[in-house]
């Protein structure tokens, strides 16, 4: 990898209060990787420089046919004062399939996590101290021939930036949801199953409209029977049906439309871990509030590499408003939340081998 250290990067002192400051996507750290791709050659020899703008003509395939993918994931600090990847193997594979459907080039799993894993050294000191906290980690890739042609891009550009992040949500409350009817997220065929900026940018009116009746954030129900439930905003879905140790966690499962989550599907293991039973599900709206009103469903949490875990309360449609557990963060979803972080922040054994040591 060719490394070109960024000559004006901030000093500890400067660099520590941006830090201290949380937040989500408000600094970034002094360099980011690049890597160049063409049909030709494949993919160049990556390089770690100063984070800064870049230059693109006006005529760029990604700026008129939206040929992008993106992932998100996080490092965090250890009890040792190391620092460790969540499951960057499972971004790496995630990151590939997205492309294989944008018709972009696959990464190997190995370069990707190389770029990663330079980016984290070299901007160590940008990692937060405190559990919750993470550096954020934003790999993505994009389409960069030149031309007005409708066809795959035979150039393409990934690039790997990141973040200090605090909390996403704050954890000790409950966000109000918006079902929405009008909009959907994604359909059999499409692009559901990838993380690319198209899907997030047909949300932002759904997000809008959620805004409008006071939530927090929009729901998403199937586009061909428009009852099943699928997504909130960018994140996956969990309910908790009984209490204690009878208690099952489910989730909807994935039917080729909804993004799989990478914290979605290490819930499922971790509920296991903590005794739980589980189960991938089709949940519709009515069973949600049917289940709401009987006492069946006793907690909801969405969840997501941004947020971690995050509890719902309230949920607000065309059909009603229902609110589950009184609007307060569930004792389950919190257990969970914090099982996760502590896996993650190495206070938890790791028997999944999940966790990646970086330094």
């Known amino acids: 990898m060719k490394i070109s250290l960024n000559p004006q990067a901030k000093d500890a002192a400067t660099r520590d209060a941006l830090v201290a400051e949380g937040g989500f996507g408000k600094y970034y750290t002094d360099h980011m990787v690049v890597c160049e791709w063409n049909e030709k050659d494949g993919w160049s020899e990556p390089e770690l420089k100063a984070y800064g703008p870049i230059s693109l003509d006006p005529a760029t395939a990604v700026f008129h046919y939206g040929q992008e993918i993106f992932e998100g994931m996080k490092a965090y600090r250890q009890p040792d004062g ?7 193997e499972a971004n790496a594979r ?5 492309a294989n459907r944008l018709a972009l080039p696959e990464m190997p799993e190995e370069l990707f996590i190389q770029t990663v894993e330079a980016l984290v050294k070299q901007d160590a000191g940008w990692v937060p101290n405190k559990v919750g906290e993470s550096l954020y980690i934003r790999p993505f890739m994009f389409a960069t021939e030149v031309g ?5 891009s035979n150039k393409a550009l990934y690039m790997l930036i990141a973040t200090p992040a605090g909390a996403y949500f704050d954890p000790s409350k409950a966000v109000n949801v918006w079902i929405s009817t009008e909009y959907v997220r994604a359909a059999q065929g499409g692009t559901g199953e990838a993380k ?3 899907n997030y940018a047909a949300s932002l009116v759904a997000q809008k409209a959620a805004a409008k009746e006071g939530c927090d954030q929009v729901v998403w129900i199937d586009a061909k029977e428009r ?3 699928e997504e909130m905003g960018g994140m996956n879905l969990y309910f908790v049906k009984g209490s204690g140790a009878d208690a099952t966690v489910i989730t909807p499962k994935l039917t080729g439309t909804l993004l799989p989550g990478i914290t979605r599907d290490s819930i499922l293991s971790v509920a296991k871990d903590l005794g739980y039973k589980t189960e991938e599900v089709m949940l519709s709206i009515d069973n949600w509030r049917d289940g709401v ?3 069946e469903i006793t907690e909801i949490f969405a969840c997501g590499t941004a947020a971690v875990v995050s509890p719902v309360g309230t949920a607000k449609s065309a059909m009603g408003t229902w609110v589950t557990g009184g609007g307060q963060p569930g ?8 099982h996760l972080l502590g896996i993650q922040h190495g206070s938890i054994n790791d028997t999944h081998k999940w966790m990646r040591k970086v330094i």
């Not at 190391?82 to 499951?87: A, D, N, S, T």
């Not at 995630?94 to 997205?98: D, G, L």
């Open 227 to 229: 009852k099943w439930v």
């Open 196 to 198: 690319c900026g198209g």
């Open 148 to 152: 007005l042609g409708v066809r795959p």
């Open 293 to 295: 009103a009987s006492g």
């Open 331 to 338: 004792k389950i979803t919190m257990q969970i939340r914090n």
């Open 82 to 88: 190391g620092i460790g990847l969540f499951r960057p």
């Open 94 to 98: 995630r990151f590939a399939k997205s």
